[in-house]
């Protein structure tokens, strides 16, 4: 039997969703969306879909055994409830709520009413953080120390409700949620100390340029940055490892790892000094380069499309759930600290 699917929220994500689900998930179809602007209904209308009259109709509809939440983030609680306490499963978007707060009362309600609840963290499916994953789990860099992770643009302020705090715009939100998921998707360790750095640069009441630093007790420590305002990108991910670095330069993925070669022995270190542009230095000149080698970046195939794969394989035979609840709760309560850092202009100690 088809899973039915209907969608809350027909603005840009929204009618993706309906978009990837009705081109790649063979195991759903779309059954009608709802919106509360009529423009949008409109948009749907002539993009062939059906629209409810009403959110009520759509939780009534006993057809619709899966619903995706797609409005701003005020919205997500009230509504993932909704539809849970209506009997549906519920994909809800990124950031899953505006606290951690928030997302307990969900999770409780998940359990009460035994239905599946999933966040769209559909950047685990990201071709460089893939990639990126694929290098520390093949370990031929070592052990990570220093990761570095950023989204960078320059256009300047936040545009509609994401420059309102009543909505939860600002970029905490909306890109720290993905790096943070990431980051900590990625490194087996609970988070100890959080440092905020968050500037409202265009954005007035919300933030819009941010760097943030993670450490793990795993000893691995880690900036993320999201920037609306630069004009010369640094790297996506730059990965320092025991045994050498990797560069994802960008979304297309153009990069290396430049490491040790096992065959090149020890490198005597003596006492000599390197003659650089910058004058004699020893301990910031590159090695010599027959202690090292260059590689491609690892191949991956990767689509996010597989997060609705595993939906339907977890509904339809009890699959594991890849992004799971308990999960977000922990990037939830990281991103409550990191408001909770800036406001107090210093870094927080925690264990999460
Ligand atoms: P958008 O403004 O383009 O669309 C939001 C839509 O929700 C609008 O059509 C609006 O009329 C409708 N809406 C607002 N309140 C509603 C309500 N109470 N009931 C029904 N409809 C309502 O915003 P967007 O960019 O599509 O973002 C929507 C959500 O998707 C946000 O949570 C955002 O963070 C998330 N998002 C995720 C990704 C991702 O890659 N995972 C990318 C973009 C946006």
Known sequence: MKHKLAVIGYGGMGSWHCQNVATKIPEIQVKGIWDIRPEARDKARDDGLYVYSSLEELLEDDEVDLVTVAVPNNFHKELSIACLRAGKNVVCEKPVTMNAGELEEIIAVSRETGRLFSVHQNRRWDKDYRIVRKILEEGKLGSPYFIESRVQGSRGAMYGWRGYKVNGGGMVLDWGVHLLDQIMDMIPSPVVSVDAHLQRVFSGEVDDNIKLFV????????????STNCFVNLPRWHVSCTK????????????????????AGEMAWDDDIVYTEAGPTRTMAPRPAYTTKE?????????????????????DNGAELIVQPEQCLRVMKVIDLIFESDRQSHGLACRI
């Open 215 to 226: 450490r793990f007790e795993n000893g691995v420590s880690a900036v993320l940055e999201m």
């Open 244 to 263: 050498g670095t990797a560069v994802v330069q960008d979304w297309s993925c153009a990069g290396k790892t430049v490491q040790l070669r096992e065959d």
């Open 295 to 315: 590689e491609a970046l690892p191949e991956v195939t990767t689509d996010w499309s597989d997060y609705y794969k595993n939906i339907v394989d977890v509904i």
